[in-house]
């Protein structure tokens, strides 16, 4: 796919192309490609006098970042203490039956993709998940399913 | 825009005036921090505004004299009670309502606006008594806390500089700029006994003396808002309550040490803080309060936010100043402290978010008055963000001194029927689990020391008897395994080989020699690694192995004390209850379960891999876990 790389330009100078900014930098190019693409961690380092492999390190080391594409729903499953007590590994049961994916992967329509992650800061929710920034408390197998559902739903009607 | 000391005095005074107006007035009090706004608390604020605008009770606060009027309507930040969000507060009655719906809306406006009646149904339980009370002053849990950092707790805006300002706030920073000299402040910081509220209890005075003794042409103020331990809230919360506070805090601290610049790295999965610090800044530059030449005094200084992009050990101070250049979040040795050497080779001042929060409070109350709250090593209060099994979860504060025993009990009203106290883990993945003997020994951070524990950034989390310890270890090294950056050995391979005996014990694969090995292990991370989390990492191991070592040995011995671990679990169907469908044979992934139709199945342990499908596809009851 050709890319004009007219985003990662508006992106580059929003943050004055400092090499400082590299983490706000890349924050953002996750947020528009719902990962960072190799093409385009090759032009910031060009655009930034950085090599690849120093954006790479830091691609790689933070959770924030994918070098895989992610879904238009990401769903963050908190794993924390709380939840993992609350018993989130059988809310984790109920995405991958409903989806058909597993912690780190994307379904193949690219419309959903789960992560596992430690602490969403939502304890007294517990167990609690994030999809696209919103937050459900207090989940059940059944509701986790229930939401996705919903979504899907969503979707088609978008379609 | 406010020019100099005495306007902005002046200011201050006039809001207080509205303040007091507004209060007694009514106000409608919304909480919109994450727990209720999760549970539907922005969908409750749009059906306030939607039925006072048709009430025509939308702009019928009075200000002043003149045709000066506002909305009754306000957000507020966390009240601490997360688990009977949305919160609603109304004054001036003050009554109190929990699991506030859209649907209860309307009888809200009916009942309490219009007549002044609480409306029963919604009012608190207060967890200590079962019964409702009207106020949020009258519960046990309020009265047993000591709300110091969160004042005025259910009645302040969160999204509101004026409000901030009504309340006292800056008025420590005009005090600071109208006549205290740097020297003054460390002084006073130093006399107050303020310790880090990050996790290490390092005195604070400490630091700011090195910062500002530091020469250099440029310095730096950081706040660590990197709140990365599972189980802990507690900067979340305040960030999203009461921006102004920490952000006070943190000028102060630029002016003191000398610094031009300020950076607040608060981690990208909060985008409510976020967004709430980033109005607060915006809005004390608007008023003068920051930017260049504060109040005329000479004195800029500037603050921006950098968000984290999650990494646990970016907690860590060289780490977090690495992650704000730009680079790798990895933690480089220390000295030289970053008070001598830290951002970009600056002196870099750097303090948790709760650490600046207590700032405002000293200068304006004086280090005699704060200090009768906690105990003579550890001054001042505490907040809590308490999870589990309990009757009430979410955000407590109480001086340091106090006991698990109350804040468990009393404040949370004791867990929830038909659970069993075991343990209570406290500092996350830093921290340890103590066991019942544990209760009434003060909290502060030089007993949980020599207990083996830490405040960490006060993260307490309840545990019951369902729960096994082995797996809450194997679970935390889990955490640190990935965590760890990878630069020393100790942290990288030790937690890792730690991990994987944990594993093998929940898996019933552990022999003695592996009981020796651990603890061997344990005090080898501890004493050679880089950093903090590295150093801190086996302390869930230690303290498990020192409390519940009878689990371990259990496992041992083929036995998972709790039920938890599934590998020790045995799955049977039983003979009478089974009506032979079949359905479990079919959804068993290993064809372990066989049999005829119409007559009982069995299952062969050999292949049965307990992954439980079969419990949930039976609609006889009929399998059973031993």
Redesign the interface.
């Known amino acids: 796919m050709e890319r004009t790389f007219q985003k990662v330009e508006e992106i580059l100078k929003k943050h004055e192309y400092?090499?400082?900014?590299?983490?706000?930098i890349?924050?953002d190019v996750q947020k528009q490609y719902r990962y960072l693409p190799e093409d385009v961690i090759n032009y910031i380092g060009v655009a930034l006098q950085l090599p690849p492999a120093?954006i790479y390190?830091?691609g790689t080391?933070?959770?924030?970042?994918s070098l895989k594409p992610k879904g238009k729903y990401t769903i963050l499953l908190c794993?924390?203490?709380?939840c993992?007590?609350e018993g989130s590994i059988s809310l984790l049961k109920a995405i991958e039956e409903e989806l058909n994916i597993k912690p780190g992967e994307v379904t193949k329509d690219l419309v959903f993709s789960v992560d596992q992650?430690?602490?969403?800061?939502?304890?007294?929710?517990?167990p609690?998940m994030?999809i696209n920034?919103?937050?459900?408390?207090n989940l059940t197998p059944e509701k986790v399913k229930e939401i996705i559902k919903k979504l899907k739903e969503g979707e088609k009607d978008a379609q | 825009m406010l020019s100099n000391i005495n306007q902005a005095a002046e200011f201050i005074e006039k809001q207080k005036g509205r303040r007091k107006k507004k209060l007694s007035n009514l106000s409608i009090y919304v909480c919109v921090g994450t727990g209720c706004t999760a549970k539907g608390a922005m969908k409750v604020y749009n059906e306030f505004q939607r039925v006072l605008e048709k009430e025509g009770l939308i702009s019928s606060v009075k200000l002043s004299m003149l045709e000066e009027k506002e909305s009754p309507l306000k957000k507020t930040g966390c009240c601490g009670r997360c688990s009977n969000g949305p919160l609603v507060n109304v004054l001036p009655h003050g009554y109190f309502y929990s699991h506030v719906t859209i649907d209860d809306v309307q009888k809200i406006v009916e009942k309490t606006i219009k007549h002044g009646e609480p409306v029963e149904e919604l009012l608190l339980v207060d967890p200590a008594t079962n019964e409702r009370v009207k106020t949020l002053e009258e519960t046990s849990l309020y009265k047993n806390q000591n709300f110091y950092i969160m004042e005025d707790i259910g009645k302040c805006e969160c999204d509101s500089i004026e409000d901030y300002m009504a309340r006292g706030g800056y008025s420590s920073l005009l005090k600071v700029l109208s006549g205290m000299t740097p020297d003054q402040i460390v002084d006073a910081v130093k006399a107050s006994g303020l310790r880090g509220r990050g996790g290490g209890g390092f005195p604070t005075g400490l630091k700011w003396e090195a910062a500002k003794n530091s020469k250099a042409d440029k310095k730096f103020v950081v706040c660590n808002g990197d709140e990365g331990d599972p189980g802990a809230f507690m900067n979340r919360t305040l960030l999203e309550r009461d921006p102004h506070l920490v952000l006070e805090g943190m000028i102060i601290a630029g002016y003191t040490v000398g610094a031009q610049k300020a950076y607040a790295y608060i981690r990208a999965e909060y985008p409510i803080a976020i967004h709430m610090f980033q109005k607060a800044i915006d809005d004390a530059k608007k008023l003068g309060l920051l930017g260049e030449n504060i109040l005329g005094t000479g004195f800029s200084f500037d603050v921006e936010i950098k968000e984290g992009a999650g990494a646990f050990v970016c907690g860590e101070e060289t780490a977090l100043l690495a992650s704000i250049e730009g680079k790798r979040g990895m933690p480089r040795p220390r000295p030289p402290f970053p008070a001598q050497s830290g951002l970009w080779g600056y002196p870099t001042l750097i303090n948790n978010v709760e650490t600046y929060a207590n700032i405002p409070r000293i200068i304006r109350d004086g280090v005699e008055k704060y200090r009768q709250l906690g105990v003579v090593s550890s001054p001042g209060t505490k907040m809590f963000s308490v999870t589990g099994p309990l009757k009430v979860t979410g955000i407590i504060e109480v001086q340091f001194g106090t006991t698990l025993r109350k804040i468990i009990y009393d404040i949370c009203g004791g867990l929830i029927d038909g659970e069993e106290f075991k343990a209570v883990q406290i500092g996350g993945p830093s921290g340890a689990c103590l066991s019942r003997e544990f209760l009434d020994m003060p909290l502060d951070y030089d007993t949980l020391r020599s207990a083996d524990a830490m405040v960490g950034s006060g993260g307490i989390v309840v545990i019951t008897k369902r729960t096994c310890m082995v797996e809450v270890a194997r679970f935390f090294l889990d955490f640190t395994k990935r965590e760890s950056c990878g630069k020393c050995i100790p942290c990288r391979e030790g937690t890792m080989q730690a991990y994987t005996i944990l594993e093998k014990f929940t898996q019933g694969k552990a022999t003695t020699q592996d009981l020796q090995n651990l603890e061997f292990l344990a005090k080898l991370i501890k004493s050679t690694s880089l950093c903090g989390l590295g150093k801190t990492a086996p302390n869930p191991i230690i303290s498990t192995l020192k409390l519940f070592k009878d689990e371990y040995i259990s496992h041992l011995n083929g036995i998972c004390p709790s039920g938890t671990c599934t590998a020790f679990k045995k799955y049977t169907i039983n003979q009478e209850l089974c009506k032979g469908c079949g359905l479990c044979a079919r959804a068993c992934p290993q064809g372990a379960i066989t049999g005829e139709r119409g007559k009982p199945y069995r299952i062969d342990q050999e292949k049965c891999a307990k992954c439980g499908l079969c419990v949930e596809k039976c609609k006889f009851k009929a399998i059973e876990i031993l």
């Open positions: 400092k090499k400082e900014n590299l983490i706000r890349l924050l120093k390190g830091v080391f933070y959770a924030q970042f794993d924390g203490t709380a993992h007590m992650v430690g602490c969403l800061g939502a304890c007294a929710l517990a609690a994030v920034e919103e937050v459900y408390g």
